[in-house]
């Protein structure tokens, strides 16, 4: 099987070609391409097929549980397209059509920025966030303020100090599988910095700790928007790096790279 690995900011996905897994178990095969030790190692395992506009993938989380969609697989998964199309840096992007991505969370546009060296720009739109709604939880004692919605995806924001990596571990994982959230959700520990700003830890379902997520970013600054004081046009950092988003009355908007890092071949 030809694999192609591609990660933003540190949060990497595997693809393949959905005509190459064949009859293969798709929550196996994600498991084992995405061990970090005795795999290729990876937050996800993406299966994809080329389109006239873009491609449509399925997104398989490292542990082989689904999941509706990923900010930066997206990205990946579009960067991948372009550099099959053959873009590269110092090409001319004016006429470029957007990228649209078909995701079970509905279609991604993304319009490509630019290209510098390796890594491939993008401004995603990623549709409306739903559902937001604040919540008081019970974590085995402690108690938390969050701040639950959709991005595509289920996501849970906890807003407020302490932002720490002890903190992240303990309660990821409760948050992850509490009796408030039934499909599971991704979870984000977020602190306002300035009206312009938020930093985040992320732990993702069905993977645990991640260096940067798209829609967790997301999650995180309508959150911060409207519960924390945030402006609706900000950056979020994580352990990965920054990316921007824009929280408009046509949805939101997510800006950040995406880099392919090889191709190979999976021989087991």
Known sequence: MRIIKAHAYGNDFLFLAEAESGDRDAQALARTLCERHAGMGADGLILY???????????????????????????????????????????DISHLE??????????????????EQDRYV?????????????????????????????????QCVVLGPPLSEARLRRLGPVLERHPAFPEGTNVEFAVVESPNRVHILIWERGVGPTKASGTGACAAAVAAAAFGGASRDVA?????????????DDGLFLTGWAAVVFRGEWIG
């Open 49 to 91: 097929r080329l389109t006239a506009r873009g491609a449509a993938m399925r997104l398989l989380n490292a542990d082989g549980s689904h999941s509706e969609v990923s900010g930066n697989g997206v990205r990946c998964l579009a960067a991948i397209v372009l550099q099959g199309r053959g873009v590269r840096a110092g090409a």
């Open 98 to 115: 957007p990228v649209v991505v078909e995701t079970d969370a509905g279609a991604k546009v993304l319009q490509l920025l630019g290209v």
């Open 122 to 154: 993008f401004r995603s739109s990623m549709g409306h966030p739903t559902e937001i709604r604040e919540i008081d939880l019970d974590l085995d004692g402690e108690h938390a303020r969050a701040i639950a919605l959709r991005v595509g995806n289920p």
């Open 236 to 248: 979020v950092t994580s352990p990965g790096g920054t990316q921007r988003v824009e929280w408009r």
